[in-house]
């Protein structure tokens, strides 16, 4: 009978299995095996393992099976921006992977890292962070620091990209580089961008802090072009009842947004090839999304509704993203999350100290019954 057969029953299916891959390298396979065997990971977090000239270090990994193998460590590698690599460039990564771990790389992780898994000793993590630095790549995005900053392609493939996504990610990583580097917060800030409000980047549900492509004026029109779209069968009526704030209306062939009602969601541009987005473009600034931590899984609210884009050196987007990570820094419990934190204080007064009038775009959440004038004797005596 094999070593590893829940391992081997991956193997069996008509679809390509991860764990023949996997058998490959030089990972320790009955880890694994374990895992599955007792559905439970056989690896644990064991704190961090420093590397010269690098105060973020490297992740460690603790074994809960020493028997098997007594730790395990893996060094990030911070992406590219809008994740466009030569396959050259893979090509020497996984190369290093193999001198130096054991031969696996764990590829574009939730904030976009590259990792490179089974360094077993301090010499091996100083020979992965000088090579991979000698390919002008830095590494850290581990600690309590700002993590590597993802973003989305923008542009370079999307039409909706309000901002130039790649070019904010590249900025936002020169600039903020020691802080990704060296740890100085109570724990670790996620930092999620998306080009436009269809949030691609995940940057309301992952984000400690959220970068996202707004505009501000309505939603260009180009009626004679939607026409003709009408005319070749898009239904613009069903388009008008769906949208969410009710701010379109289709009379006499000729389309009306309310500015009143809209919020700039995207969805009428998202449906309709005649609408495109405005031209006051810039960025909305949210904080206190994530998936974990005391609260449980939170969405990340509006903290600076509209701010400008203004390249090359983004001044507006640095004084916001600062003004949050200086109140997290002096107000935020060890091992505590912007959001956590956000909710121990309280959203009213993190927005006094982020020194922003609070507007109807601040509400926490909305109202979930909005027929709320009831009178006594329809309450049953209920208080």
């Known amino acids: 009978m094999s070593d590893t057969p829940y391992m081997d029953a991956l193997l069996k299916g008509p679809w390509p299995s991860h764990t023949k891959e996997l058998k490959r390298t030089r990972y320790p396979i009955m880890m694994y095996e374990e895992a599955m065997k007792q559905r439970l990971t056989q690896w644990g977090h064991g704190g961090m393992s420093s590397v010269p000239g690098l105060g973020s270090g490297a992740i460690a990994r603790k074994s809960r099976r020493p028997d098997i193998i007594s730790h395990s460590h893996l060094i990030r590698v911070l992406g590219n921006p809008g994740n466009f690599y030569k396959t050259s460039t ?26 490179i898994c089974g360094i077993m000793n301090d010499d ?154 405005g031209d006051d473009k810039g960025f909305a600034i949210t904080a206190g999304g994530k998936m974990k931590g005391k609260f449980g899984p939170m969405k990340g609210k509006v903290i600076f509704p509209f701010i400008k884009a203004t390249p090359p050196d983004y001044k507006e987007l640095v004084q916001a993203y600062d003004k949050i990570c ?20 309280g959203f009213d007064k993190f927005l006094e100290w982020c020194g922003v009038e609070v507007s109807t775009m601040h509400f926490s959440s909305p109202r979930r019954n909005t027929f709320y004038h009831w009178e006594a004797e329809e309450l049953g005596g209920v208080k």
């Open 90 to 115: 893979f090509r020497k990564i996984c190369e290093i992977a193999d001198r130096y771990g054991d031969g696996s790389l764990h590829m574009l992780t939730t904030n976009y890292n590259i990792e």
């Open 124 to 277: 091996a993590m100083k020979g992965v962070t000088q090579e991979l630095n000698a390919m002008g790549y830095d590494v850290g995005s581990a600690g309590d620091a700002i993590r590597n900053i993802p973003d989305c392609m923008g542009p370079a493939l999307c039409e909706y990209a309000l901002v130039d996504m790649p070019r904010v990610k590249h900025f936002m990583t020169k600039h903020y580089i020691d802080d990704i580097q060296y740890p100085r917060f109570p724990f670790k800030i996620k930092t999620k961008m998306s080009g436009c409000p269809n949030e691609c980047g995940k940057a309301l549900l992952h984000g400690d802090i959220g970068i996202i492509g707004v505009f501000r004026d309505l939603p260009k029109v180009d009626q004679k072009r939607l026409n003709q779209w009408v005319k070749k069968g898009g239904n613009i009526k069903w388009v008008c009842a769906h949208c969410p704030t009710d701010a379109m209306k289709w009379e006499k062939n000729k389309l009306k947004i309310d500015g009143n009602r809209c919020i700039r969601c995207m969805y009428c541009i998202n449906r309709v090839p005649a609408i495109k987005p």
């Open 326 to 345: 200086e109140i997290y820094d002096e107000h935020g419990r060890k091992k505590e999350r912007i959001g956590d934190m956000m909710q121990r204080l």
